[in-house]
C-alpha cells in the first residue's frame, strides 16, 4: 500500500458521454495497483464499501468524488484547461487576468483543480513590475510572490526576469532556491520585508485566496544589456506573461547566450 503517495493523476477528456464508463474501471486499477481493499479505500473516504463498488463499476461520477477517491489513494487529481495560443479565448484569458501558464510552445494551460506540475528541465519567465524587479536585480528583494506557481519546481530553477510597462524589457536572471505555498497570513508575516511589498496591496493582491506562493531567490545577474520587448517580439515571437511562462527553446538559448556575458 502507498504506492502511488505523491503521485499525480491526470484528467484527461473523453470524446463522449460512455468515455465516463471507463473511469470507475480505471480507478479500481489505480486502488488494485495501491494494494488497497475495498473496505479500505471506502474508510478513507469515509462511506460504506458499497458506495466504493457502485463507483469501479462505471456509473455516474461527480469529478468531486473522483477527486476524493484518489485522494484517499495518496495521489492529488489535476485538472487543466489547455487552449491554442492563437484562439481567441487566449488574449481574453490574458485581459481578464485569469492565472494562465504557458504549457507546450502552442498552449496556454488554465489550471482548474490542482496544482500544475512542474515542466522538467525547463527556464521560467516572471513578469515583474520595474519597481520590484530594480530591487531584485540590486540584491534587495529576495522573495517573490505569486498567486499561483509550480510547488514542483526544482531548487535551482532558472527564471528571467521581465520588467513590465514602462520598461518593457527583460533585465536579468535570479536563480529559484524554493518554492514555498503558504497560509495567506503566514506568508505576510514570515516574508513582509524580503517581499517589499506593502499590506494594502498584498491583500488585494491575495483576495479571495487561502493559500500564495513565496519563491526564494538567489544568485541574481543582471543583463549587460536590457532585452527591449520589440526585439523579443520581432526575433522570438516574445509576448509577456501576465504571472509566469516556460520560456520557449529558441528563446531560452538566446537568454543564456545573453547570460553567459551578463555583468555580476
Excluded at 501558464?101 to 522538467?120: A, M, S
Excluded at 531567490?217 to 522570438?236: A, N, Q, T
Excluded at 520557449?248 to 553567459?260: F, G, H
Amino acid at each position: 500500500m502507498g504506492k502511488l503517495t505523491g503521485k499525480i493523476i491526470e484528467a484527461r477528456a473523453v470524446e463522449s458521454a460512455h468515455g465516463t464508463t471507463l473511469v470507475g474501471p480505471e480507478l479500481k486499477r489505480l486502488r488494485i495497483l495501491s494494494g488497497m481493499t475495498q473496505g479500505q479505500l471506502a474508510e478513507r473516504m469515509q462511506v460504506q464499501q458499497a458506495a466504493v463498488s457502485k463507483i469501479e463499476k462505471g456509473s455516474e461520477i461527480y469529478l468531486s468524488t473522483v477527486q476524493r477517491y484518489v485522494e484517499a489513494l495518496g495521489a492529488s487529481l489535476h485538472l487543466n484547461a489547455h487552449f491554442p495560443t492563437d484562439a481567441p479565448i487566449a488574449a481574453r484569458l490574458h485581459s481578464a487576468h485569469f492565472d494562465v501558464e504557458h504549457g507546450h510552445d502552442d498552449q496556454l494551460v488554465l489550471p482548474l483543480l490542482g496544482d500544475e506540475p512542474f515542466k522538467p528541465q525547463r527556464d521560467v519567465v516572471l513578469s515583474i513590475k520595474p519597481t520590484y524587479s530594480e530591487k531584485i536585480l540590486a540584491g534587495r528583494k529576495t522573495v517573490e510572490l505569486r498567486r499561483r506557481f509550480p510547488v514542483s519546481a526544482p531548487n535551482g530553477t532558472l527564471a528571467y526576469i521581465y520588467s513590465s510597462s514602462p520598461v518593457k524589457a527583460m533585465v536579468g536572471t535570479v536563480s529559484i532556491r524554493d518554492v514555498l505555498k503558504l497560509p495567506i497570513e503566514q506568508i505576510w508575516t514570515e516574508f513582509e520585508k524580503t517581499a517589499f511589498v506593502e499590506r494594502p496591496l498584498f491583500d488585494e493582491y491575495f483576495d479571495g485566496l487561502d493559500t500564495g506562493y513565496a519563491l526564494v531567490f538567489e544568485d541574481v545577474k543582471s543583463f549587460s544589456r536590457p532585452l527591449p520587448l520589440h526585439e523579443l517580439r520581432e526575433k522570438f515571437g516574445f509576448e509577456p506573461p501576465q504571472s509566469f511562462l516556460y520560456a520557449k527553446r529558441d528563446l531560452r538559448k538566446a537568454l543564456r547566450d545573453e547570460r553567459a556575458s551578463v555583468s555580476h
